[in-house]
């Protein structure tokens, strides 16, 4: 525990601050530039409880790849590669991804693949695309991500029985192996002092932007409507329309203090109310270069300006995007203060607090339409979501740099830098 302890204070020390990114001039366009031309998300529900809880994932894919294809106006043949990010669907989802593309009117030639990134897993497939765009391997790409948590079993993908007894051998394998997910939450709140005031402080901020975001139309208008399948106790088949985020709710201090801890049940600080909801939804992106949007007329929304990820502490995988956020800015000649608009996944409020303290982030460019603990954090969808999110708000308040970072289980971080056009 000590030479951990040891690791983890020379990992933090690591940790610039942004005052001394020694940032360069911002990369300059150029026709090779990886731009988006559409982006669509469905709505985020509740898992076991909303309206998608009877929507396999391939069906949840459908209306968004069909969106993305409809916004751009283009003839689906020319789409090259599609990647879908999922994480608890087995094989990540590969099988599924492919009958989506199908459904969606997308051709047999068009190929596809699925990656499995832990929570990062759609902002990975988003790059997957990029990278793919970048040594011209394709000219067309569809990169997102999908979860249903409700069909989901969240221990089926992973038994430690049957682990090499060698993991339990060293310290950060057992972590991997060994803590889930709400002690790492407790494990950061305890050993960078972040008090359950402070959480639930976070919470609160999320629910109260989300529920201002609906009130003014600006999450619905991020929504793509699809008609589904939802069924009763009985068992009896009924259609809606799917085109609400059902996990937002207006709340208190008081009301979220009054929440007892669920994975620490002695002086823990993490609640169903400062954690992110488990919940069904998926979201796309359709990316090209830039002299091929600007051959054919494609709107250009904006541009992928660089990407990182860092390796943490499993036990503590939460500080993961306070890690990535200064290496991916340093890459794109960026720092903090040049952000407009920070998109960080709330897994936890405590490792959401922490990195805004970390890196001096400004709590009111943070998730201005609210986060995953307002939302929802379908974990294969969060990624390509937060993309949606960013896109249509930077649009909105005519603002230009934005980030989308996120940590990841087994100790990660990942983060996206953007420019808006």
């Known amino acids: ?36 031309v559409a982006y669509a998300r469905t709505a985020i529900t509740k898992a076991g409880k909303g309206a998608q809880k009877d929507t396999n994932t391939e069906e949840m894919l459908v209306p968004v790849l069909q969106s993305v294809i409809s916004q751009a106006k283009i003839d689906p043949k020319i789409i090259d590669d599609v990647c879908i990010g999922s994480v608890l669907q087995n094989g990540a989802g590969a099988n599924q991804a492919r009958m989506a593309m199908f459904m969606a009117g997308i051709p047999e030639t068009t190929t596809v693949k699925a990656v499995n990134r832990q929570c990062s897993s759609g902002l990975e497939a988003v790059m997957e695309i990029a990278n793919a765009l970048r040594v011209k391997q394709i000219d067309f790409g569809i990169g997102g991500g999908v979860e249903s948590m409700s069909q989901a079993s969240l221990g089926s993908a992973f038994d430690p029985k049957k682990l090499s007894p060698k993991v339990y051998e060293n310290k950060f394998a057992k972590d991997v192996a060994t803590i889930n997910m709400g002690i790492t939450s407790e494990n950061v709140a305890e050993r960078f002092g972040i008090k359950r005031e402070k959480q639930d402080q976070m919470a609160l901020e999320s629910q109260t932007k989300a529920v201002a975001a609906t009130k003014n139309g600006l999450l619905q208008k ?4 699809y008609k589904t399948l939802i069924k009763d106790k009985d068992g009896k088949a009924t259609e809606v329309v799917v085109d609400k985020d ?12 009054k929440l007892k801890p669920v994975f620490k049940k002695e002086g823990g600080t993490t609640t169903p109310g400062n954690a992110s909801q488990v919940s069904d939804g998926a979201a796309c992106v359709l ?5 091929i949007a600007k051959k054919m007329g494609l709107p250009i929304h904006g ?14 995988m939460g500080i993961g995007p306070a890690f990535a956020i200064p290496v991916a800015l340093k890459k794109a000649g960026l720092t903090v203060n040049d952000i407009d608009v920070f998109e960080i996944n709330e897994a936890f409020a405590s490792q959401a607090t922490y990195t805004i303290e970390k890196l001096s982030i400004p709590r009111e460019k943070l998730n201005p339409r609210g986060g995953a603990i307002a939302l929802g954090h379908p974990v294969g969808m969060t990624g390509s979501r937060m993309i949606v999110t960013l896109f249509s708000e930077l649009h909105r308040t005519n603002k230009k740099y934005g980030i989308v970072s996120m940590c990841m289980g087994t100790g990660m971080g990942a983060c996206g830098v953007f420019e808006k056009e």
């Open 1 to 36: 525990m000590e030479k951990a302890a040891q690791r983890l204070e020379t990992l933090s020390s690591h940790l610039v601050p942004q005052t001394t990114f020694n940032a360069g001039t911002v990369i300059p366009k150029s026709d090779d530039d990886i731009v988006i």
């Open 287 to 291: 990316l090209t270069r830039r002299s």
């Open 246 to 257: 059902d996990g937002v709710r207006e709340t208190t201090l008081e009301a979220l203090g």
């Open 222 to 225: 991020e929504i793509t409507p």
């Open 303 to 316: 541009r992928i300006l660089s990407y990182a990820c860092a390796g943490v502490p499993p036990d503590v």
